[in-house]
Nanobody, 123 residues
């Protein structure tokens, strides 16, 4: 069993940066690939980024490529999402997730989820 808790969300102006963290518990966390997803108002949950269990081969959605960076520290059981050059369209609740497949863009294929953290980007 893996439990995940996101933090680091908030309100930021367009062009600003935020760093999201996802702290996981459970001895098996390091064996899972992890991903970040987001869900804006009235929208479906969409893939943002994913990384292998070793922390390599990051994979990004086109909408965030070049602006967001995913990383993980298995010694700390933590996954990060560094978000730069934020845009109003990045406003959403951001979720981290853990699963057995990589790269996996479909939310249903992930086994464990956090509760989400709100990111709001003002124009």
């Amino acid at each position: 069993q893996v439990q995940m808790v996101e933090s680091g969300g908030g309100l930021v102006q367009a062009g600003g940066s935020l760093r999201l963290s996802c702290a996981a518990s459970g001895r098996t966390f390091s064996s899972y690939a992890t991903g970040w997803f987001r869900q804006g108002p009235g929208k479906e949950r969409e893939f943002v980024a994913a990384i292998t269990w070793r922390g390599g081969n990051p994979y990004y959605a086109d909408a965030v490529k070049g602006r967001f960076t995913i990383s993980r520290d298995n010694a700390k059981n933590t996954v990060y999402l560094q978000m730069n050059s934020l845009k109003p369209e990045d406003t959403a609740v951001y979720y981290c997730a853990a699963g057995s497949y990589y790269p996996e863009l479909r939310p249903l294929k992930y086994d464990y989820w956090g509760q989400g953290t709100q990111v709001t980007v003002s124009s």
